[in-house]
């Protein structure tokens, strides 16, 4: 049996469906991510900038893989599922993110929220999200800095 599992073949009683069912039992089901976790109580601005942090700390990995992958060619339909998976992983993510931002009511916590969104946005490069963003944020200083460490910014800001 260890020599069946060290080699990968299957014997020939399982095979096709049958072995495909057999091996979902190694899978392992994925943690929920932060973002779907619901809140029991309402966030205050420090916690709900706490959130956002986490939300973005967490799926700037997703970010990373989803560029990563867009680089070449998918090679077959797992590739390809995959990237739709962690594309809705993001968008799930920074959609979470911008519903905790709403309710923040200090302008300045929100603006450093928000530029946490658009930071994550530019990794996944999605500027045309990162760009209405950006106009979002009410701070000059705030969006100078963010044009400054994201120049991929500055195209769209020269033209509005």
């Not at 899978?27 to 956002?52: C, M, T």
């Not at 060619?73 to 993001?90: F, M, P």
């Not at 993510?93 to 930071?119: N, P």
Request: hydrophobic fraction near 40%.
């Amino acid at each position: 049996m260890r020599a069946l599992l060290l080699t990968g073949s299957m014997p020939e009683y399982i095979s096709g469906i049958e072995g495909a069912y057999a091996m979902r039992w190694f899978q392992k089901d994925r943690p929920p991510d932060v973002w779907e976790f619901a809140a029991d109580q309402p966030l205050g601005d420090i916690g709900a900038a706490q959130k956002i942090r986490e939300i973005c700390a967490s799926a700037a990995s997703i970010a990373e893989t989803m560029t990563a992958s867009a680089g070449g060619k998918a090679a077959n339909n797992k590739a390809e599922t995959n990237k739709a998976v962690e594309g809705e992983r993001y968008q799930a993510a920074v959609r979470r993110a911008l519903e905790i931002a709403k309710q923040i009511s200090d302008d300045q916590m929100r603006d450093v929220s928000v530029s946490q969104i658009i930071a994550l946005s530019v990794k996944a490069r999605h500027m045309k999200t990162a760009r209405v963003l950006l106009r979002a944020i009410r701070s000059e200083k705030t969006r100078r800095e963010l044009v400054a460490d994201n120049p991929e910014l500055i195209d769209q800001e020269a033209a509005s």
